[in-house]
């Protein structure tokens, strides 16, 4: 019983159980920045499907609308009304394009891959330097 005081006492087996935590806590905070990591790059896959499909539908709606202005022109209508269905439907569906396509730039501005894992590392390196902002 006295020599495992003593153990415990020696500079050595306080300097291995330091090592020990912070091999411990090292791996911790390693294995929880790649779950954060992870996640991060699952959201931003699921946020670029979603840019593709707007942009798509973007894409569509820019179409039937050159579609329907070449329609009307070449096929409907009575020469006094053509002006103004080609004008109410054409401007409908590029009105639409353009909508999609503002919403399409404004979440493509908001998209920074890995936000929350890069204040973390900076809090981290932070907290490592003494340097906290609290």
Do not use: C, W
Not at 33 to 53: D, F, N, P
Not at 108 to 120: D, H, N, P, V, Y
């Amino acid at each position: 019983m006295e020599k495992q005081r003593i153990s415990s006492v020696r500079p050595s087996g306080k300097l291995t159980d330091i090592m020990s935590r912070l091999l411990t806590l090292t791996s911790e905070v390693i294995g929880t920045r790649l779950q954060l990591a992870v996640t991060e790059l699952e959201e931003e896959k699921a946020h670029l499907l979603q840019l593709i499909l707007l942009t798509g539908l973007t894409l569509l709606f820019t179409a039937f609308g050159i579609m329907s202005l070449l329609m009307y022109i070449l096929l409907f209508a009575a020469p006094g009304d053509q002006q103004r269905l080609l004008l109410y439907v054409t401007g409908a569906l590029i009105a639409l394009a353009v909508i999609l396509g503002i919403v399409v730039r404004v979440r493509a501005g908001r998209a920074t891959l890995l936000r929350e894992t890069r204040i973390q590392l900076r809090e981290d390196v932070s907290a490592l330097t003494g340097n906290r902002d609290e």
